[in-house]
T-cell receptor, first 110, second 114 residues
Framework: GQSLEQPSEVTAVEGAIVQINCTYQ??????LSWYQQHDGGAPTFLSY????GLEETGRFSSFLSRSDSYGYLLLQELQMKDSASYFC???????????FGKGTTLSVSS | SAVISQKPSRDICQRGTSLTIQCQVD?????MFWYRQQPGQSLTLIAT?????????ESGFVIDKFPISRPNLTFSTLTVSNMSPEDSSIYLC???????????FGPGTRLTVT
């Protein structure tokens, strides 16, 4: 089956850089996605890595190493509004739906 | 992207009753999903509801308890039947655009069963 591991909590200060790691175990691999969810809100899609390497979208970047079954989300120039939960996700074994990690709660302080 | 609405946004129901949650999308999509999320927890997939086929349920979820309809490419319903307090949760629908990895979620339905 599929399983994902990510830290439960991360804290940082405004302007800093934070990295949220995600390790996964899958029987087949179709890529790693990242979602952001603010308290009381719906998850929103942030980024996707289908191949090894770094994908950059503004202040956010995501990295994947398929040989290590590992990826991370990098958030730069942190702002208070980045305080949220971040989920990594991979497709299920059949490739028909996403399985989400338990989420990492990021708290940004001033 | 897609704009997704859900009705109701929240409800308080008595045990033993049923609630139907509606999910409306502003564009035609094939892949639609229903999730459940406890506050502060991860998303648990209930079922995949692709138009033109029967819903596929995940382990631990059965059609008698969570019947799903998908009459067209822009709409779906999830019914939570014979509710118990354990069904209290946030229920979210999502659609996949441009691939499974890129999903867009509705605002959720917060259900409390007393």
């Amino acid at each position: 089956g599929q399983s994902l591991e990510q830290p439960s909590e991360v804290t940082a200060v405004e302007g800093a850089i934070v990295q949220i790691n995600c390790t996964y175990q899958t029987s087949g691999f179709y890529g790693l996605s990242w979602y952001q969810q603010h308290d009381g809100g719906a998850p929103t899609f942030l980024s996707y890595n289908g191949l090894d390497g770094l994908e950059e979208t503004g202040r956010f970047s995501s990295f994947l190493s398929r040989s290590d079954s590992y990826g991370y989300l990098l958030l730069q120039e942190l702002q208070m509004k980045d305080s949220a939960s971040y989920f990594c996700a991979v497709p299920n074994q059949a490739g028909t739906a996403l399985i989400f990690g338990k989420g990492t709660t990021l708290s940004v302080s001033s | 992207s897609a704009v997704i609405s859900q009705k109701p946004s929240r409800d308080i129901c008595q045990r033993g009753t049923s609630l139907t949650i509606q999910c409306q999308v502003d564009s035609q999509v094939t892949m639609m999903f229903w999730y459940r999320q406890q506050p502060g927890q991860s998303l648990t997939l209930i079922a995949t509801a692709n138009q033109g086929s029967e819903a596929t349920y995940e382990s631990g979820f059965v059609i008698d308890k969570f019947p799903i309809s998908r009459p067209n490419l822009t709409f779906s319903t999830l019914t939570v039947s014979n509710m118990s307090p354990e069904d209290s949760s946030i229920y979210l629908c999502s659609v996949a655009l441009g691939g499974l990895h890129e999903q867009y979620f509705g605002p959720g339905t917060r259900l409390t069963v007393t």
